[in-house]
Structure formats: C-alpha cells, structure tokens
C-alpha cells in the first residue's frame, strides 16, 4: 500500500553532484527480519549515460588539481565519515545483516582509513629517470590519470569495498561512476551526502545504483569508461572480460576464494583456535578472505576439533544490532538457502556435521524470527573432491580435515581453482618460509589473519582475480604511464 511505502527509505543516484529520482525501484530488505526497508533505484543504460556524461564532464577541472588539492579534499571526507561512524555503522548493519559490532570496529573505521591512505600515498609517488650518456638522451616516465573509472562493489563489506576502490581512483585524478550492489546501498548514498561539503567538484564521483545485469553490464559496456575494477564472483567476472575486450579496457578483478588454514602439529592452539573462529565465521563467513578448509596435522587434530567445536557454540547469533551477538543475518533468504544447501550436500556425501546447521537449535528474538540467520556450522570427514571443499560457499561453514606430511598438505591446498588467501600455523619459521613460497596464493598469512598493510599488493591467483591493489599497484592501476626521450 501507497501509505506502507512512504515509511519505507527512498534512495536516488548521485549524478553531477545531484540526488536524481529514478524511474523504477528494487526491494531491498532487512536481512535480520526478513521485511523490505528501503527501495533502491533499478538503473540502466539512460542513468549510466548520463553519469558517466557527469563525471567525463568533471575529469578535465579534477585530473588538473595537485596531488596536495586531491589530497586535502579525500582527507576531509574521512573527516566527515568518520564524524557520522555511527550513523554509518547503524546503516550497515542493519542493511548488510552484519553485526552493529563488526560495523562500528571494521567496515567503516576501515572506509575512513581507506580515504586517509591514499590521501597520503598519492603525495609520496615518484616518477623514474635514466640516462644514456653515449647517446646523449635522457628518457623519463609521466602518469596521468586514466579518465572515466567503472567501480563496481559487492555486498559484503558495502562501504569498506567501495571506499577501496573510489579513495584511490579519484586521487590519481580520475572521475568515478560506482555501482554498489544493489542490496547494500545505503552507506553509498550517505557518503554522496558528504562530498559537497568535503569540497569534492560536482561530477568527480557519481554512484548510479541497481543490479549487475543492467546496470553494471550498461557500464561495463560504454564506450568512454577504459577501467573497470570490479569486486564479486568469479562468474561476473568473466561476462565483464568478455564485454569489456572489444574496448581493451583495463581491468581489475578481486574474485572468490576457497582459502586454507595449514595447522601444523606445532602450532600455538590459544591463538590459532581464537583466531580461525574468525577467520572462519567473522562476517557471517562472508568475506572472500575467510578460511573453509582447514588442514589440522594428525598429532593435534582430534585436540584441535574438540576445542575448535566447543568455542564455535559460544558463539552468538541473533540481532545484529545487539552488542552482544558475534554472527548476525546473511544477506538475503536466496543465499541462506545456497549455504544450506552445501551442509545438506556434505551430509548426503557421508560427512559429519559437528555443530550448526541442522544439529543445534537456533534461538531467535521474537522479531528475528523471520532473519536469514544460521549458526556457525564445522563439517568434518568431508573429502577434497566435495563440492564442499572446491566451491566457494561464503557463509558460516568451515571444513576440516586431517593430514600427514608438509608435502601432501601443500598439494591439497593448491588442488582447487582459487588462490586469494591461506593461513599457516605453525611455530618452526624455516617451515612457515617453505610453505608459503609454494602455496598459490596472491597472501599468505602466518600465526594471524586479515592483518592488513595498504601499501602491500592485495589480489588473488587462478581464479581469485586479475591485478593486484595497495599503493604503488594502485597508483599503477588508476594511472596512464608515458616514456618520455630527450635528445640534448
């Protein structure tokens, strides 16, 4: 009904420097109560045009300011987000399902950080200069940026991925038409609030919101957008490769992951277990770096499962925004059901769920009960070749099984088509160096995990992505570089 909808939060594209109404809308819901709470405009190629018109309009003014201009201005947005952290953590919450707690902590003090890092890198890159004396010549490189970048960003941290991506494409000088995804727009939208008064020129950044298949693809299409860094599946990104090759447009593709954990017989169990809980279940288990394979050498594996198993059940799930609970909703009923399935999968297979899903009794807050919620679920006796352990399943479920020799563990790691992150626990560092240098993968972490530097090459192998982001490879990214000779 007409007076249903009006209590509902209407979102509209940032084009030009202007909040623009769209012609049709989505649903979007709240994950932890299953209700529709906000409608998001359902964009296409008209609004894709007229943005990426906005920002190539905007590129000449911005791509001829310092880097100290730039600089200043991505420093007062953070100024500014982070005065509203709350307001942004309440948003992100409630629109991602993700815990108040999770919010307030990561996605938007790391949003904030991501435009005060690259406020800074963006001062500190320098050109290179050789010589050839005999000849007489002296050669040099120039960067310029690139014009009009596509960003394209998931569900799963919505304002922390984003941030990634705009902070430094529009420090090097380029403009920005971003598309979130469509279920987590809202932090988007309250950060186009702020970029007036942050001092950002009218058309620098323009988010057009609505689905992949339409408004995505409408970007990923047009002619005068020449990159695109894209943040999703592994699927997306091959239909984006494929339309994007008749433009040569440059890409970046940070994709899934099906990330090992490697406990050795000599690891340290207080921190390994603490510290594998989240990187198994931080998030709801939606992040693409968390671990779902975990490898426990023979001599601590019944040790490590028994105390593995016991911290998992302390762990809460229910209303996000309680300060309490530690796992919040997944993001929508579809992708609970895909989760599910994957433990029905593992249970047909002969597998043993050890907690979780179907073994132990979810109990929800009144008005939850309708939420997308699953405990954190450990599957174990479950072999390599199970779906369970080649797919990506991003949700609260984690495997683990056991090995025997370096050698073996190092094959099983590397038997899956993905390559974004692993872990390694173990306390011998000859063993740590060797392990790391034959996994494929673009990080590995060792004795931690998600312990982040932004300058480092961030990005996967296989099919975990294409190109690597972090300071210098950013900067290279969202850069044009020029070989200049001289003749003197």
Aim: hydrophobic share 40%; aromatic share 8%; charged share 20%.
């Amino acid at each position: 009904t007409m007076a249903h909808s009006k209590a509902l939060l209407v979102l509209e594209n940032f084009i030009g420097g202007k909040f623009v109404p769209c012609s049709s809308y989505i649903d979007s819901y709240d994950p932890s109560t299953g209700d529709v709470y906000c409608r998001v405009p359902d964009s296409g190629k008209e609004e894709v045009e007229a943005a990426v018109k906005a920002a190539k309009a905007a590129f000449p003014i911005w791509s001829s300011k310092s880097p100290l201009e730039r600089s200043q201005i991505l420093n007062k947005l953070a100024d500014l987000i982070e005065h509203d952290l709350e307001a942004f953590a309440q948003a992100e919450s409630k629109d991602q399902g993700k815990t108040i707690t999770f919010a307030r902590t990561v996605d938007i003090p790391r949003a904030v950080y991501n435009f005060r890092f690259f406020a800074s890198s963006i001062l500190h890159h320098t050109t290179e200069c050789t010589e050839m004396a005999t000849m007489g010549c002296v050669h040099y490189t120039s960067r310029a940026p690139v014009g009009v970048a596509g960003l394209i960003s998931p569900w799963n941290l919505p304002l922390y991925l984003l941030t990634w991506k705009i902070a430094p494409a529009i420090a090097c000088g380029n403009t920005v038409v971003a598309k979130p995804s469509e279920m987590t727009s809202v932090t988007a939208w309250m950060m186009c609030k702020l970029l007036e008064k942050a001092g950002v020129p009218h058309g620098v950044v323009n988010v057009v919101f609505g689905r992949g298949a339409k408004a995505g693809e409408a970007l990923v299409c047009h002619p005068d957008v020449p990159l695109i860094s894209f943040t999703g599946s592994t699927l997306t990104a091959q239909r984006i490769t494929e339309k994007s090759a008749p433009h040569c447009k440059r890409l970046s593709l940070e994709l899934g992951g099906k990330n090992p954990a490697i406990v050795f017989d000599d690891a340290d169990l207080t921190q390994c277990i603490p510290t594998t809980l989240r990187s198994s279940f931080a998030n709801q288990g939606e992040i693409c770096l968390c671990t779902s394979r975990i490898f426990v050498q023979r001599g601590i594996y019944s040790e490590f499962l028994k105390r593995f198993v016991a911290e998992a059940k302390k762990w809460k799930v229910g209303n996000p925004s309680d300060p309490t609970v530690n796992v919040g909703a997944l993001i929508s009923k579809e992708h609970l059901e895909k989760v599910r399935s994957y433990v029905k999968k593992a249970q047909a297979e002969g597998a043993r769920v050890l907690c979780g899903e179907g073994v132990d009794s979810l109990a929800l807050p009144t008005s939850n009960q309708k939420g997308y919620f699953m405990l954190p679920t450990i599957i174990t006796e479950v072999k390599d070749e199970s779906c369970c352990m080649q797919e990506e399943i991003f949700g609260p479920v984690t495997c683990v099984v056991v090995f025997d020799t370096e050698e073996e563990v190092i094959e099983r790691a590397n038997s899956v088509k993905y390559g974004l992150a692993a872990t390694v626990w173990s306390s011998n560092v000859g063993r740590v160096h060797r392990v790391a240098q034959r996994l494929q993968s673009g990080l590995v972490w060792t004795n931690c995990w998600l312990v982040r530097d932004l300058n480092l090459p961030f990005g996967g192998m296989k099919a975990s992505g294409v190109g690597r982001e972090g300071a210098k490879d950013s900067y290279e990214f969202f850069t044009e570089v020029k070989t200049i000779t001289i003749k003197h």
